[in-house]
């Protein structure tokens, strides 16, 4: 099974802050990676897909890097909306979510 | 635009199946690009990937959850369901229908339901 590792789990931010996440797999994915946004009581929103691509209507200052074994999801400049859950999930060989990271006001 | 919607009962008594049914609209599920998933968000902890069916019936399992769970399509009703038995508390969760573009349309889960509660309680 390929496991799928966050860090942080939680991240203080404030507005207009830089933010990067970073996902590990147990074994190389190749690019077969997405990153998502949770947000309480809601389904999760597709961000990124294959590492690097932006999904429609998803704002620019989202982005993606990495492949293999390790990821980022960067946020060039925080915004409110952006108080939020992210998951990575590896879809090479089945699918696996990693634990989440809690982007919280700091 | 494609929209999900699942469905089944909110409260499951343990040892028993857990069913649950996701209807599609705005698009057909009988199309060889897409998978169509089940994943689950525990309480308090993350998201689980459950499995995946395609369009002709052909199905993957998480290892963790495979010995309990098998999952089903009904092209007739634009629809696909899961079941999850022997069910215990730890099975609680919100459980999400979704599409999953998989390699072939790489966009990983695009679409999603809004997701059911499932509560398994006597």
């Known amino acids: 099974d390929i496991q799928m590792t966050q860090s942080p789990s939680t991240l203080s931010a404030s507005v207009g802050d830089r933010v990067t996440i970073t996902c590990r797999a147990s074994?190389?994915?190749?690019?077969?990676l997405a990153w998502y946004q949770q947000k309480p009581g809601k389904a999760p929103k597709l961000l990124i897909y294959k590492a690097s691509n932006l999904e429609t209507g998803v704002p620019s200052r989202f982005s993606g890097s990495g492949s293999g074994t390790e990821f980022t999801l960067t946020i060039s400049s925080l915004q409110p909306d952006d108080f939020a859950t992210y998951y990575c999930q590896q879809y090479h060989t089945l699918r696996t979510f990693g634990q989440g990271t809690t982007v919280e006001i700091k | 635009q494609v929209q999900l919607k699942e469905s089944g009962p909110g409260l499951v008594k343990p040892s028993q199946t857990l069913s649950l049914t996701c209807s599609v609209s705005?698009?057909?599920?009988?199309?060889?690009?897409?998978?169509w998933s089940w994943i689950r968000h525990l309480p308090g902890k993350g998201l689980e990937w459950i499995g995946y069916i395609n369009y002709n019936g052909n199905s993957y399992y998480n290892p963790s959850l495979k010995s309990r769970v098998t999952m089903s399509v009904d092209s007739s009703k634009n629809q696909f369901s899961l079941k999850l038995s022997s069910v215990t508390a730890a099975d609680t969760a919100v459980y999400y229908c979704a599409r999953d573009g998989g390699q072939v349309v790489p966009v990983a889960f695009d679409s999603w339901g809004h997701g059911t509660m499932v509560a398994v309680s006597a």
């Open positions: 074994q190389s994915i190749d690019r077969w």
């Open positions: 705005g698009g057909s599920i009988s199309t060889v690009s897409y998978y």
